[in-house]
């Protein structure tokens, strides 16, 4: 259905991300089990504990407009994770997979923090206060995983040139 409104397209966007925020829920233990750095599988790890907190924000938006939680697809988010599957499944060494999961949950965040930065600004628009408070708290934490996945990347890649 197109967005008509505003409004309709600030609900159309929060479900999308509740479908994408739930897809990268169901990848990231298959992310968590595959790596073997300590550190990247405990940023994994916490990130998956951040996630399943984003999804519950956005079920409590969209209850807050009174709105259903959708079936939209999640076309960008559900590419990435699929090229993370590839790696995954691929016979690549565990150094050459580590770095290429880094790489695509990068960009995952990239794409999140797009995401968010937009439904920030919308709810702005929409002088829907208390949804931008939530909203934002989720844009930091996604800001924060994505910083701590640059510091691990360049570890990881930086102990593979050194021969680690
Ligand atoms: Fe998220």
């Not at 479900?15 to 994408?20: I, P």
């Not at 969209?62 to 960008?76: P, S």
């Amino acid at each position: 259905m197109p967005s008509t409104t505003l409004k309709d397209l600030y609900v159309a966007s929060l479900q999308k991300m509740y479908t994408g925020e739930n897809e990268i829920l169901d990848a990231l233990p298959g992310m968590i089990e595959t790596t073997e750095n300590a550190g990247l599988q405990q940023a994994f790890q916490d990130h998956r504990d951040e996630t399943a907190n984003h999804v519950k924000r956005l079920e409590d938006l969209l209850n807050g407009v009174n709105a259903d939680l959708g079936d939209a697809e999640a076309r960008g988010i559900a590419g990435l994770i699929a090229e993370g599957e590839d790696t995954i499944g691929s016979n690549a060494s565990i150094e050459v997979k580590e770095a290429a999961m880094v790489a695509v949950a990068q960009q995952i965040e990239h794409l999140e923090i797009a995401a968010y930065g937009t439904l920030c600004t919308y709810a702005e628009m929409l002088g829907r206060g208390e949804d931008f408070n939530q909203l934002q708290q989720t844009l930091d934490e996604e800001r924060h995983t994505d910083s701590k996945l640059n510091e691990l990347a360049k570890e990881i890649i930086n102990g593979q040139a050194r021969g680690d």
